[in-house]
């Protein structure tokens, strides 16, 4: 039997040198190793500068801090995303409005934005699902009708890129995640990009509790000021140095996921009893994060029997995600959510499973999964 692990974060030797050489020095924090990574994750992305955070959370929360959203505020939220996308949203006063998803992408639907919003609508926050880009050209048009900011939440989307363009330059900001299942990890962490250096710059110092001067720039140690409110929303030297390494290793990291997911795709669109996502086409270029598949309404309420099959057999899986963020008992006792609202979020929340195509695995394993697959479903019906 093969153990096939959903994600594991890929460490070489690099890594761990890097890390090892941060050790052996004198600076943890305010070093060097920081603008490094940054600057090597820009150039990646083709962004003219970038700006590390604690995570991609933490990036999310300082955006809509530092322009001002508050309460009686509200922001336009996919419902089919990961809680963080609407935390950060209520985190900072302001009221998260749910739009339900496509269903061939999982993305938000452009076509219910505009009827959510209302003269306290501040901004729209779309999250690229599972990598696939969201129509940022339509995005952008609807929020310079209304003028809105516009929010991208990168999380699973490094490598993805509408009309060439990466994600995250799209909009107002970007903001990626280095979870250690991810794309690529520093253990934990994350990076935000703009075509408006100006809010980097703004962002940069606000992230380190708002002083005006980094440690290289003060030419007395230990002075400075603070001329605006700030976090700690800091990344450390020990992860700037593992970024480092594995910006270098990105394109490898993606190149192999897309070919595990190709494999993976071609082979479950001639299995009826699942329906998948669209992939990559056209304008659209996906991160490939993973393939989830949408099973069918007569195995549905086979799905768990179904996972369990697949872990007896050492397949690890997700579910991207249990519920509809408005589902969750927080969002529904405040807001007064149905079960029965957002369908199509909800459908793919509790009809999916989200299979690994990651680059610690290779073509046969995803045969592996196939084939494993198709018995599980065959015993369930």
Do not use: W
């Not at 999982?106 to 129509?135: C, R, W, Y």
């Not at 029965?340 to 592996?368: K, N, Q, T, W």
Request: net charge negative; with cysteine; hydrophobic share 40%.
């Amino acid at each position: 039997m093969k153990t096939i692990p959903f994600g594991r974060p890929m460490i070489g030797k690099e890594e761990k040198e890097a890390v090892s050489d941060v050790l052996d020095g004198q600076i943890l924090v305010h070093g060097p190793k920081t603008g490094e990574f940054e600057a090597a994750f820009a150039s990646y992305v083709k962004a003219s500068s970038a700006v590390s955070v604690s995570s991609c959370t933490a990036g999310l929360h300082l955006f809509y801090f530092n322009r001002g959203i508050r309460d009686g505020d509200e922001v336009i939220v996919p419902a089919q995303t990961h809680v963080a996308t609407a935390h950060v949203v209520e985190l900072c006063g302001a009221k998260p409005v749910f739009v339900d998803a496509e269903i061939g992408s999982g993305n938000i639907d452009i076509n219910q934005i505009e009827a959510a919003i209302t003269d306290k609508t501040k901004a729209v926050s779309v999250v690229h699902f599972l990598g696939m880009p969201v129509d940022m050209t339509r995005i952008n048009a609807i929020a310079q009708k209304h003028g809105l900011l516009v929010i991208e939440d990168c999380a699973l989307a490094i490598g993805a890129r509408l009309d060439g363009c990466h994600v995250g330059l799209h909009g107002d900001i970007g903001s990626f995640s280095f979870y250690p299942v991810k794309h690529m990890t520093t253990a934990e962490g994350g990076m935000l990009i703009s075509q408006h250096d100006d809010i980097l710059k703004l962002l940069s110092r606000q992230k380190a509790f708002g002083v005006d001067r980094h440690m290289g720039e003060r030419k007395i140690p230990g002075e400075y000021d603070v001329k605006q409110l700030g976090f700690n929303y800091r990344l450390n030297e020990i992860q700037a140095a593992i970024g480092i390494e594995q910006v270098k290793r990105l394109p490898d990291f993606l190149a192999r996921r897309k070919s595990n997911y190709i494999r993976l795709h071609r082979q479950l669109a001639e299995v009826e009893e699942v329906d998948l996502f669209e992939s990559s086409h056209d304008r659209f270029e996906s991160s490939y994060y993973c393939l989830s598949v949408l099973l069918k309404p007569s195995l549905v309420d086979k799905r768990f029997e179904i996972i369990q099959n697949l872990k007896r057999n050492g397949i690890g899986t997700s579910i991207y995600y249990p519920r509809p963020v408005p589902h969750f008992t927080y969002y529904r006792e405040k807001y007064g959510y149905q079960e029965s609202s957002f369908p199509v979020a909800a459908r793919i929340s509790y009809c999916s499973i989200a299979l690994p195509v990651g680059p610690h695995l290779s073509e046969e394993d995803m045969d592996y999964i196939v084939y494993h697959l198709k018995s599980a479903i065959k015993e369930a019906v």
